[in-house]
T-cell receptor
């Protein structure tokens, strides 16, 4: 069975500071990995995804993530956080036979200080 | 890009009544649709997977008689919460996939049972 752990429940960063959100996954083969962002009361917006190839993935809104197989990690990064980045972030893993059937982590709430 | 529309975005119903939520893929044909449930401040939990023209596959612990899923066409899946009770109040999100690589999410439906 696949699983995802997001160790940080809540992170606070100052506007303009760098950000890293952690994600560890468990899956028996090469997984499909996703990062989503959710604003209160809204659906999910896909930030980026990893299927194969280059392990450093670029996404929207200036986000990037790095797949590290040896550490079973897929951490999300942004060099300079904007106040509008405050939201809930979810890491998800999908089976390579049906990536749409995703297992989500518990999420990390990002607060941005002015 | 691929657009998935959910309707309604918010619904309030009386205890004991049934409510139907629609999930439509607007610009692609979805062979598979997924239904998730999200409690406040929590992650998304997969409820069921539906393939067009066949019965839905429910996750363990999900009552199939309470949460009726129909995927009658390649662009429409519906979730009917039957005999709704206050504990069914939640945020329901659908996603739709055209293949095995990723699914696209709707904006969610906030169900409140009073």
């Amino acid at each position: 069975a696949q699983s995802v752990t997001q160790p940080d429940i809540h992170i606070t960063v100052s506007e303009g500071a760098s950000l890293e959100l952690r994600c560890n996954y468990s899956y028996g083969a090469t997984p499909y990995l996703f990062w989503y962002v959710q604003s209160p009361g809204q659906g999910l917006q896909l930030l980026l995804k990893y299927f194969s190839g280059d392990t450093l993935v670029q996404g929207i809104k200036g986000f990037e993530a790095e797949f590290k197989r040896s550490q079973s990690s897929f951490n999300l990064r942004k060099p300079s956080v904007h106040w509008s980045d405050a939201a809930e972030y979810f890491c998800a893993v999908g089976a390579n036979t049906n990536a749409g059937k995703s297992t989500f982590g518990d999420g990390t709430t990002l607060t941005v200080k002015p | 890009g691929a657009v998935v529309s959910q309707h309604p975005s918010r619904v309030i119903c009386k205890s004991g009544t049934s409510v139907k939520i629609e999930c439509r893929s607007l610009d692609f044909q979805a062979t598979t649709m997924f239904w998730y449930r999200q409690f406040p401040k929590q992650s998304l939990m997969l409820m069921a997977t539906s393939n067009e023209g066949s019965k839905a596959t429910y996750e363990q612990g999900v009552e199939k008689d309470k949460f009726l899923i129909n995927h009658a066409s390649l662009t429409l899946s519906t979730l009917t919460v039957t005999s709704a009770h206050p504990e069914d109040s939640s945020f329901y999100i659908c996603s739709a996939a055209t293949g095995y690589t990723e699914a696209f999410f709707g904006q969610g439906t906030r169900l409140t049972v009073v």
